[in-house]
């Protein structure tokens, strides 16, 4: 195999529900059918969940949790054994994410644009939205949202991480690698200073800074999402349920809810979090084209 995706899944089927259907409508509109799927359902799973892993209409393979594994150790020994798999990269794939149809070509279009270049993450995830349509930027934000994560960068700097040395107290593993890229701090590359955002996600978020640090190898995003976020509950959002007394009649609230990131946001029952986006009516004028348009952000002050 060489082309996987890697699905985390938890109690959230309705969600699940939605994102695979996109994902269907996405490899449709690319016509593609050579990935693999390989599910980390984690210990506790709903059987709802379960039957949307067995129905899933493509290829996969699943890991079952026969204990309760966690956020980060469930995703990175997850990661770990799909990059064993994988031949370049793989795309992670979470269950709260909606893929724009235009994702598989923009990855492509992406993949083939970067060529040799070293890469750290070509990602579909734009902070602001409101870019040019056709424009990627080299960048050093992280975010788990439908990454495509580059073998080479996860092999050289994140799995060497992802051992019991943090597992067992990412807070301190995380301080520990603050402190040794401290000198970076001032010119805004390195973006933390302190213990916090250390799960998963925030790793990775550092070793993409690590990486630009080292050996100026780059993360690619857009002007504008091909990735949608519905997340408003979870690990990090718990305020938020989905109203309906079974399964259909929260999906099709889930359904309205997801047109509109006020409703998200409302759901979201938090301050903390504003980032919630549906996807832009420009994605509709996207004729295949895309074009690098240099640093954004801090990236290019580290040569």
Aim: charged share 25%; hydrophobic share 35%.
């Amino acid at each position: 195999m060489s082309n996987i995706i890697l699905r985390p899944v938890y109690n959230r089927p309705e969600m699940l529900k939605l994102s695979i259907e996109n994902e269907v409508r996405a490899r449709e509109k690319y016509s593609l059918c050579d990935f693999v799927t390989i599910f980390l359902v984690e210990y506790g799973a709903d059987n709802k969940t379960k039957e949307l892993v067995e129905n899933y209409p493509f290829e996969f393979k699943y890991i079952v949790r026969e204990k309760k594994y966690g956020l980060t150790v469930n995703i990175l020994e997850g990661m770990k054994v799909a990059f064993d798999y994988a031949d370049d990269f793989i795309i992670h794939l979470e269950d709260d994410i909606l893929l724009h149809e235009t994702y598989f070509e923009y990855m492509n279009t992406l993949i083939n644009l970067v060529g040799s270049e070293k890469y750290s993450v070509l990602s579909p995830y734009s902070p602001n939205d409101s870019g040019n349509i056709e424009s990627v930027y080299k960048h050093n934000h992280y975010a788990a949202l439908a990454p495509l994560i580059s073998k080479e960068f996860f092999d050289v700097y994140v799995r060497p991480c992802a051992q019991n040395r943090y597992y067992s107290a990412p807070a301190k593993f995380v301080v520990s690698l603050n402190n040794e890229y401290k000198e970076y701090w001032k010119s805004r590359v390195y973006k933390y200073t302190n213990a916090t955002h250390h799960e998963q996600a925030g790793l990775i978020n550092r070793l993409v800074d690590v990486s630009v640090i080292e050996e100026d190898r780059c993360l690619y995003m857009p002007g504008i999402n091909r990735q949608q976020h519905i997340g408003y509950f979870g690990k990090n959002r718990p305020g938020g349920k989905i109203p309906g007394n079974s399964f259909d009649e929260r999906l099709v609230n889930l359904r309205d809810i997801i047109l509109d990131s006020g409703k998200m946001y409302k759901m979201s029952a938090t301050k903390q979090y504003d980032d919630y986006k549906t996807f832009s009516p420009k994605l509709k004028e996207w004729q295949g084209v895309l074009t690098i348009d240099g640093y954004k952000g801090t990236a290019k002050n580290v040569k």
